[in-house]
C-alpha cells in the first residue's frame, strides 16, 4: 500500500548530515558527552569523533524527534510510501522485537515462516507468544530456503484461529523471493497482518530490483540498512505501512528497546543511504547489470565453477565442484576474498549497488577463482540434505526456561525436548530451538553439520557430540 503525499518532498537533502556537519563547522569546544571530546582524547574514536555526537542544540533526539532527525525520518517515509519511519540504531534485531511485542498479545500463535533470523525466535519468547513455523519450500538449484507457499499459510491459519499476524522473511538470506505477493494476498483475505522482516531488502523497488513487500500490501516492514545500502553496521529501518496499525505502541517500545544513547554516525549513515536510494536512477541499474553480467560471464568461464543466480540481482551464489562451501570460502579467504557466508554446498557473494559514478573492476576475484579451480584437490562428496521440510510445529518457548537440563548424545536425544537454542551463524537461522521435541532426522543433520566447518552459535557440546535436552521426568 503507498501513501500518496501532497507536496513533494526533496530526497536529495540529508538533514541530519547537514545539521551534523554545520556543527562541526563551528569546530566546537565539547563539554558534554562522549568522553572523546570531539576526538581531543583517545585514538580509535578519533576517526569518527566529528560526526559521534550527543542530543545537543540543533542535533535533534531520536526517542522526541522535532528537528533534524524528524525530518530525515519523514524523508525515508516519503521513500518508503509509508505511513510512518523509524531509524533503527540496533539493528533489525530491535525492529523484529519491537513489531512483535506490540502487536501480539501473550499467549496468542504467531504464524513464522521456518527460516526466520533469531531475533524473531526471541521476540517471540519476550513476547511470551507461540510461534506456530511452516517451513518453506527449498529451492531447487541453491538448495536453500525459497519462502513459504500461500497453502501452507492457509492451512497453519486453520489450525491455529487465534493467530492474528503473520511473520514472513524476504526475500531469503540467498536472495530468493519466493511466492511472496500470493503469500501477502492470502495473508490479506485470511485477515491477518503482515510483518516483513526484509533485512535483505532495503533496496527493493529500486529500479531493477524486486518489489519491497511494502509495494505488496505489508503492513509493518524492517530493512537493514546496513546490509545493502551504504548504511553503518546496525542501521535499520522500520517502516509502518498505514495508520491502523498500532504505531503508538510499536514506538514506545523502540524507546525502551533502543538505546538511550542512540549512535549519531549510524543515524547519519541512515539519512545518507536513504538519499542514495532515493536517488537511484534507471541508468545507475543499467550500469549495475552490466557489471554484475560481465562478473557472472567471466566467472562462469571459470572450468569447476557453477553460478546460481537469486531472483535478488545483488546475491550470486558459487561453486565450485570438488570443493565444498567451506573449502572454496577458506580457499578464497587466503587470497583476500571474503564471502557472506559459506554452507556445504556454495559461498554466497553480495555484490554492492553500484550507481554510474561507481568504479569496479572484477580482474582480481576472476584471477583468484582461476587459480583455485587449477590448484584445489578435486574430491568427490556427497550432498548433505537440505536443511528445511515441509511441515508445521508450533512451540511454546518460555516453558522450557525454567526446567532441568541435562547433556545427552546427540543419537539419544530422539524424541527428547531441546534446552538449547543451536544456530548456524551466519545466516542466523535456528536450526534447534529450545522447546522442540526433536526427530532422529532432525538430528542426523545436525551431526552431519557439526563434521562441517559451519560455526554455530549455542551448542557449546556439539564438538563432544552432545546436547542439552530438558529433563522431564523431573517435572512428572
Not at 537440505?386 to 518460555?398: Q, R
Request: charged share 20%; with cysteine.
Amino acid at each position: 500500500m503507498i501513501l500518496l503525499k501532497e507536496n513533494v518532498m526533496n530526497q536529495k537533502a540529508r538533514p541530519l548530515v547537514e545539521a551534523l556537519q554545520s556543527h562541526m563547522n563551528q569546530k566546537p569546544v565539547s563539554f558534554h558527552v562522549p568522553g572523546h571530546k570531539n576526538g581531543a582524547i583517545g585514538e580509535i574514536a578519533a576517526h569518527f569523533s566529528a560526526w559521534d555526537q550527543t542530543e545537543i542544540s540543533g542535533l535533534d533526539d531520536l526517542h522526541a524527534p522535532e528537528g533534524a532527525i524528524a525530518e530525515a525520518q519523514a524523508l525515508l517515509a516519503d521513500h518508503a510510501g509509508v505511513f510512518k519511519s523509524f531509524f533503527l540504531v540496533n539493528g533489525s534485531t530491535t525492529g523484529n522485537l519491537a513489531m512483535v511485542m506490540a502487536l501480539c498479545e501473550p499467549g496468542s500463535h504467531l504464524l513464522v515462516a521456518g527460516n526466520a533470523h533469531k531475533s524473531v525466535i526471541h521476540a517471540c519468547r519476550l513476547a511470551r507468544v507461540k510461534p506456530v513455523f511452516m517451513m518453506p519450500e527449498v529451492h531447487p538449484h541453491s538448495m536453500t530456503p525459497a519462502g513459504i507457499s500461500p497453502d501452507l499459510l492457509e492451512k497453519a491459519a486453520g489450525e491455529f484461529p487465534d493467530a492474528g499476524a503473520v511473520l514472513l522473511t524476504y526475500p531469503s538470506y540467498y536472495g530468493h523471493t519466493g511466492q511472496m505477493e500470493d503469500v501477502v494476498l492470502k495473508a490479506k483475505k485470511l485477515g491477518l497482518t503482515v510483518l516483513a522482516d526484509e533485512a535483505h531488502g532495503a533496496h527493493f523497488s529500486l529500479p531493477g530490483f524486486p518489489e519491497s513487500s511494502l509495494q505488496m500490501g505489508a503492513d509493518v516492514v524492517v530493512q537493514s540498512a546496513h546490509k545493502t545500502l551504504p548504511a553503518l553496521t546496525m542501521g535499520s529501518y522500520l517502516h509502518i505501512a498505514h495508520n491502523q496499525v498500532n504505531h503508538q505502541r510499536i514506538e514506545q517500545l523502540l524507546g525502551m528497546l533502543q538505546s538511550s544513547s542512540p549512535s549519531y554516525p549510524i543515524m547519519a549513515s541512515l539519512d545518507d543511504a536513504r538519499r542514495y536510494a532515493a536517488t537511484y536512477s534507471s541508468e545507475d541499474a543499467a550500469f549495475f547489470m552490466t557489471k554484475r553480467n560481465d562478473l557472472i560471464k567471466r566467472l562462469q568461464r571459470i572450468t569447476r565453477v557453477t553460478v546460481i543466480e537469486p531472483e535478488d540481482p545483488l546475491k550470486l551464489i558459487i561453486r565450485m565442484d570438488g570443493l565444498n562451501g567451506f573449502e572454496l570460502q577458506s580457499a578464497c579467504e587466503e587470497k583476500g576474498i571474503f564471502a557472506e557466508l559459506a554452507d556445504p554446498l556454495q559461498v554466497l557473494w553480495m555484490l554492492p549497488l553500484l550507481k554510474e559514478d561507481s568504479e569496479v573492476a572484477w580482474d582480481g576475484v576472476i584471477a583468484v577463482l582461476s587459480d583455485i579451480a587449477n590448484e584445489a584437490e578435486w574430491t568427490e562428496r556427497s550432498v548433505i540434505s537440505p536443511l528445511f521440510t515441509d511441515e508445521i510445529t508450533t512451540l511454546s518457548l518460555y516453558d522450557t526456561d525454567q526446567l532441568p537440563s541435562s547433556l545427552v548424545a546427540i543419537e539419544q536425544a530422539a524424541g527428547k525436548i531441546a534446552a538449547e537454542t543451536i544456530i548456524p551463524y551466519p545466516p542466523g537461522i535456528p536450526y534447534i530451538i529450545a522447546g522442540e521435541r526433536m526427530t532422529k532426522e532432525k538430528l542426523k543433520r545436525l551431526s552431519e553439520l557439526a563434521g562441517t566447518s559451519m560455526r554455530f552459535q549455542g551448542g557449546t557440546h556439539l564438538i563432544e557430540g552432545k546436547i542439552k535436552v530438558v529433563q522431564e521426568e523431573a517435572n512428572e
